[in-house]
């Protein structure tokens, strides 16, 4: 069964507006990563957090992980066109080089 | 540049026929791993290899076989195709947490194999 359910399944908001997306997931974790995917596309690996981070920012994205609550939020500010694609959380459990994926977070932004 | 590429892009066969997918790498990579993607289900894991001469299944790996022969190549074969297994085929690459500085498994995707079984 997948360890990362992401939240909302679909989100549509303005060209400018700040884009929030979230991740819950079920055990303990090494890490957890953020992808995004565009259409017809591979993934594309943006962001990394390990478990004994809180915050980690990149460019306009910001991602903040919450251990106590087994959560974790991707923030993307001043959203562009060019971000409308899904957007993927992957756990990294301990001790092996696997990941698990959600199953995404369609984002449009509006022109 | 180093990347990751997969052939054919598109693929339509029949129930029943053997289909091979295939994987290349070129980041020199321990890690490889194959993905599955339908709508409603994410990526789901099919099988994966830490290094040449390994192998393992994963999540979803009926149906399928893979083989490493050398750490550039991963192809998955789907012995005997099923309508079932229609689907968006993802390959990935990552290299082993721990070596040569490497702290994080990020994977490097390929840009997918669209397979339709009829």
């Known amino acids: 069964s997948q360890q990362g359910e992401e939240d909302p399944q679909a989100l549509s908001i303005q060209e400018g507006e700040n884009a929030t997306m979230n991740c819950s997931y079920k055990?303990?974790?090494?890490?957890l990563q953020w992808y995004r995917q565009n259409s017809g596309r591979g993934l594309v690996h943006l962001i990394l957090?390990?478990?004994?981070?809180r915050e980690k920012h990149s460019g306009r994205l910001r991602v903040t992980l919450d251990t106590s609550k087994k959560s974790s939020s991707l923030l993307i500010t001043a959203s562009r066109a060019a971000d409308t694609a899904s957007y993927f959380c992957a756990i990294a459990n301990f001790g092996n080089e696997k990941l698990t994926f959600g199953t995404g977070t369609r984002l449009t932004i509006i022109p | 540049d180093a990347e990751i590429t997969q052939s054919p892009r598109h693929k339509i066969t029949e129930t029943g026929r053997q289909v091979t997918l295939a994987c290349h790498q070129t980041?020199?990579?321990?890690?490889m791993f194959w993905y599955r993607q339908d709508l409603g289900h994410g990526l789901r894991l099919i099988h994966y290899?830490?290094?040449?001469?390994?192998?393992n299944k994963g999540e979803v790996s009926d149906g399928y076989s893979v083989s490493r022969s050398n750490t550039e190549d991963l192809p998955l074969t789907l012995e005997s195709a099923a309508s079932s297994q229609t689907s968006v085929y993802f390959c990935?690459?990552?290299?082993?947490?721990?070596?040569?500085?490497?702290?994080?498994?990020?994977?490097?995707f390929g840009p997918g194999t669209r397979l339709t079984v009829l």
């Open positions: 980041w020199n990579h321990n890690n």
């Open positions: 290899s830490y290094g040449v001469q390994d192998t």
């Open positions: 990935a690459s990552s290299e082993t947490q721990g070596l040569a500085g490497i702290s994080y498994n990020e994977q490097f």
């Open positions: 055990t303990s974790i090494n890490n």
């Open positions: 957090i390990r478990s004994n981070e």
